[in-house]
């Protein structure tokens, strides 16, 4: 069964760093673009950053640039998001997407998505 599982949330405090994970089952992530999207309490889902499948390019929301960092691991299967200088804004499910080929921004062209893990930021 095709699954995408996040792990690696938690609580920190304004200014700290977490790494959340996306590991692939049954998929290998070689040939798909990997996408993190966010949903903060009462808000719509948002982009957060993307890396294409060739692992040449990435892209990030405005929000978390320079901030965040999208990494994947082939042999592994696994990719990461790196998130430095955590500010309150950035508390929300953290949801990791799979897309078959080229990537995109739109979580509605998405093909697999995981089921989440929370981050909160507060002191």
């Known amino acids: 069964q095709v699954q995408l599982v996040e792990s690696g949330g938690g609580l920190v405090q304004p200014g700290g760093s977490l790494r959340l994970s996306c590991a692939a089952f049954?998929?290998?992530?070689?040939?798909?673009?990997i996408a993190w999207f966010r949903r903060a309490p009462g808000k719509e889902r948002e982009f957060v950053a993307v890396r294409t499948w060739n692992g040449g390019i990435t892209y990030y929301a405005d929000s978390v640039k320079g901030r965040f960092a999208i990494s994947r691991d082939n042999a592994k299967n696994t990719v990461y998001l790196q998130m430095n200088s955590l500010k309150p804004e950035d508390t929300a499910v953290y949801y990791c997407?799979?897309?078959?080929?080229?990537?995109?921004?739109?979580?509605?062209?998405?093909?697999?998505w995981g089921q989440g893990t929370q981050v909160a930021v507060s002191s």
């Open positions: 997407a799979a897309r078959y080929g080229s990537a995109t921004t739109n979580a509605y062209t998405q093909d697999y």
């Open positions: 049954a998929f290998t992530v070689d040939y798909y673009s």
